[in-house]
């Protein structure tokens, strides 16, 4: 079976709470916004990019993981198995993790959430649909991403944003650019070919 292309990550700077077990929810949990809308990231290079609110509107109900720094050996909670919870509210993805007290790792991140020293999280997803918008010749890009297939929501140590994002999109940004060179050639052309005819 051949393997899936890896997917996207994209992250935030987060503010992650945890809440410690009581009467009614017998385990701690980890909680926060793994994602925010229509919140521009400037990439550099003229590069920026957001998220639509209707983004994930049709893969809350897959499989979905919770993980420590997009380890898949260091699962928080599942979906599937009512460990994870997940919903979207006007400010972005919510998501609350039901963490596992006999799993010495999960509790040990939650401690250190507790603490602040970790606060940073991500999701790791795939882009189905995304608009461009282009300006200046190629120069200023801009993409809201519209519609994905997520694959895993991540706390993390550090963010892995620009690692992968801007590595991305400055292949995405190569190809606008050599489009738009393109174009700009055709325009060119058309123009020199007028400007023949007139003078013949």
């Known amino acids: 079976m051949e393997k899936e292309i890896k997917y996207q990550i994209r992250s935030i700077p987060a503010d992650l709470k945890t809440r410690a077990a009581d009467d009614k929810d017998k385990n701690p949990k980890i909680e926060g916004y793994f994602a925010v809308f229509d919140s521009n990231y400037d990439m550099g290079d003229g590069m920026s990019e957001s998220i639509d609110s209707h983004s994930f509107d049709e893969t809350l109900s897959g499989d979905i993981r919770a993980l420590t720094n997009h380890d898949d050996t260091l699962v928080l909670g599942r979906n599937t198995a009512g460990t994870l919870k997940l919903n979207v509210d006007a400010h ?18 939650y401690a250190r959430v ?16 995304e608009d461009t918008d282009v300006e200046d ?29 801007v590595a991305a999109r400055k292949n995405d940004l190569a190809d ?25």
């Open 137 to 165: 010749e190629g120069r200023k890009v801009h993409w809201t991403i519209k519609k994905v297939k997520l694959f895993e929501v991540s706390v993390c140590t550090f963010p892995a944003y620009e690692a992968t994002a």
């Open 92 to 109: 972005g993805l919510f998501g609350s993790i039901d963490v596992n007290p006999k799993d010495t790792d999960a509790m040990n991140l």
């Open 176 to 200: 606008i650019k050599s489009r738009s060179l393109q174009a700009w050639k055709q325009r060119m052309l058309k123009k020199l070919e007028k400007g023949e005819k007139k003078d013949a």
């Open 114 to 129: 507790e603490r602040g020293d970790v606060s940073q999280c991500s999701f790791g997803f795939n882009i189905l649909e």
